[in-house]
């Protein structure tokens, strides 16, 4: 491809030689390679210059005929007037050249804006508009605004298959696991026995829980999940939530903790929401504490802010993964669960106008300190 075809197929002009491949995103009812399309925008510089000059040599017939005789007088007062009317003309020329060239290259940009669209219509997200090196400062604008958007629609694609493909990993486990039994006892292999049965149900509750958490995140990142908010009592819901895990922390020997000052108000939330934060937070502690630890949740007031933190005495995390905890199936090789529940934890926060961090030092354990608004979002 010669420098001009490459220039020209990247400004969406007349495309790509003949030789070249059919690129994946192209149409499969469409021949390839393509036609040159028709560029409308690229003629309005010469229609307007064409315009411009009929309508200044009309202005320049009426003026000459209405100083006529001003100009047929001579002396010095009609010698500064032609000269006037000389200046006149080059500055009128020059204006009528430079509006041109200005209103040819907002079109010819305005064309490639035609072409790189139908390349994003078509599927190719990687389609960028050749940002001008000079111009209008709207069609810059323009071009900014429409790069930015095509890049945001590459990156909505790319997370929409990352998401589809963890989606299908996690549910190929629980459906095999099911299949697999089913099948057994079809055949004989197994009896329909409570052990049987009960490991079909258990992973029938897994993918519950799946489709569930999977409902939850996608309601929270729309900003549709309904909050039921109602004034609660934090000192109240730490200790259920603990007494809740304590049996599970007990079997592995670790101690939960739980402490709220007594400062804290009563928070305007949904309680049932933020038990489930928290629940979510002091599941992945019990799972990344090893025997003898323990599991602290603390709540204070800061301000107008209260401060949730969940604090365990745990493996950590990797310094790798901890700018990415609360992404959706973020979590490293050797961690159980779905990848799920702090990226819950963080929609179910923002959603009350709070804010979720993350503090680990491996080997050191890790700090989870949620923030929400006392009197609600702000």
């Keep these: 491809m010669t420098r001009r075809q490459r220039r020209d197929w990247q400004g969406g002009g007349w495309g790509p030689p003949r030789t070249s491949p059919r690129p994946p995103w192209w149409p499969e009812d469409e021949s390839w390679p393509p036609f040159r399309r028709r560029r409308p925008w690229r003629g309005f510089g010469c229609l307007f210059g064409f315009l411009f000059l009929i309508g200044f040599i009309g202005l320049a017939s009426l003026a000459t005929h209405l100083?006529?005789?001003?100009?047929?007088?001579?002396?010095?007062?009609?010698a500064f007037v032609r000269i006037v009317a000389i200046g006149v003309a080059v500055a009128v020329v020059f204006m009528v050249v430079t509006t041109a060239r200005t209103v040819g290259r907002s079109g010819a940009v305005l064309d490639e804006l035609v072409d790189v669209a139908s390349r994003l219509e078509a599927g190719d997200y990687t389609a960028r508009i050749r940002q001008p090196v000079r111009g209008p400062r709207p069609v810059r604008d323009l071009v900014r605004a429409f790069d930015t958007m095509a890049a945001r629609l590459e990156t909505d694609?790319?997370?929409?298959?990352?998401?589809l493909a963890d989606v299908t990993h996690e549910l190929r486990t629980p459906l095999a696991v099911v299949q697999g039994n089913v099948e057994a006892i079809i055949d004989g292999v197994h009896p329909a026995d409570e052990t049987h049965l009960s490991a079909i149900l258990d992973e029938t509750r897994v993918l519950t829980r799946l489709v569930e958490d999977l409902r939850t995140l996608a309601l929270s990142e729309a900003g549709s999940l309904s909050l039921h908010r109602e004034p609660t009592d934090l000192a109240i819901l730490v200790t259920d939530v603990a007494t809740a895990f304590e049996a599970a922390a007990g079997a592995t020997g670790i101690t939960i903790e739980a402490d709220v000052d007594d400062s804290v108000p009563l928070l305007d939330s949904d309680p049932v929401r933020i038990r489930e934060v928290l629940g979510n937070l002091v599941g992945n502690a019990i799972r990344h504490t090893p025997a003898g630890g323990s599991i602290r949740i603390s709540g204070r007031l800061d301000g107008p802010w209260v401060e949730l933190v969940v604090a365990d005495t745990g493996s950590g995390i990797e310094p790798e993964l901890l700018d990415h905890v609360f992404e959706r199936f973020s979590r490293?090789?050797?961690?159980g669960g779905t990848g799920l529940g702090l990226a819950i934890a963080r929609?179910?926060?923002e959603l009350h106008g709070g804010t979720i961090a993350a503090t680990s030092q491996p080997g050191a354990g890790t700090r989870i300190e949620v923030r929400l608004p006392v009197g609600g979002p702000r």
Excluded: N
Excluded at 67 to 78: M, Q, R, S, T
Excluded at 332 to 335: K, L, R
């Design 67 to 78: 100083v006529g005789g001003i100009l047929d007088a001579g002396g010095p007062f009609g």
């Design 157 to 163: 694609e790319a997370q929409r298959r990352s998401l």
């Design 332 to 335: 490293s090789a050797s961690t």
């Design 347 to 349: 929609g179910l926060v």
